[in-house]
C-alpha cells in the first residue's frame, strides 16, 4: 500500500479532486470543509501491476494543521493544490512546500496542480506562472479540475506509476523519470484532456 496526501489551502479543492478521482464525479452543492484527516483506498492498474493508493484528504484550514503535519512521514507522495481563482492560495505555495521540507520524507514524491482550471472567468492565476513556480523547485506541474474531470486521472497514474517504478527496482526496467512523463502527457494533451 503506497501512501498519497493532497495538501493545500482550504478550498482549493482537495476533497473534490478525490471524490473525482475515486467516484468519478464532481462532488457539487455546498463546500463542506474538511475535518482533520480522512482517507480512500484506489487500485490502479498501472502497466499490468496492481498499486493500491491510500489516498489522505487533509484539512487546509490553519486550526487542523498540527494534526496534518503527523501524517507527511508516512505519506509516499504529496499532491500540493492551488486554486487557479484564488490567488492567495497560489501564493502560499511556498509555505506549503517549507512546511512539506520540514515535515516529510526527504525522497517524497510530490506534484504541484493548479485546480479548477474550469472556471475561466474567475481565473486569477495563469497556468505560465504555475509552471515558472514549478520549475523554480523542480516539482511536476499540471492544472486540473475536478469539476470537468481534466488530468485527474493522469496526476494519479503518474504518481502510481512513479511508486510502483520506485517500489519494484527492476535493474532491466528502464528508469521512470516522472518529469519527463507529465511533460510529454501534457504535451500530447494540449490544453484540454479530461
Ligand atoms: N469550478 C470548480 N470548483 C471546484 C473544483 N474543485 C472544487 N471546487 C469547489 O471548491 C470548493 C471547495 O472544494 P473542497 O474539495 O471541499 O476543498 P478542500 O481543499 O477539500 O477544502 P478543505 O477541506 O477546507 O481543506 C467547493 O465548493 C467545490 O465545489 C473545480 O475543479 N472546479
Known sequence: MRSVML????????????VRFKDGAFLAGSFISTVGIDFRNKVLNVDGVKVKLQIWDTAGQE?????????????HALLLLYDVTN???????RAWLSEIHEY????????????????SHDRSV???????????FGVPFMETS?????????AFTAIAKELKHRSMKEPDEPKFKLHEYVNKEMKTAGCCRS
Open 146 to 154: 475536478a469539476r470537468s474531470g481534466l488530468n485527474v486521472e493522469l
Open 87 to 93: 490567488k492567495a492560495s497560489f501564493d502560499n505555495i
Open 104 to 119: 516529510a520524507q526527504q525522497d517524497v514524491v510530490l506534484m504541484l496542480l493548479g485546480n479548477k482550471a474550469d472556471a
Open 63 to 75: 486550526r487542523f494543521r498540527s494534526v496534518t503535519h503527523a501524517y507527511y512521514r508516512d505519506a
Open 7 to 18: 495538501v493545500g489551502d482550504s478550498g482549493v479543492g482537495k476533497t473534490c479532486l478525490l
Open 126 to 136: 495563469r497556468r505560465e506562472e504555475g509552471e515558472r513556480l514549478a520549475k523554480e
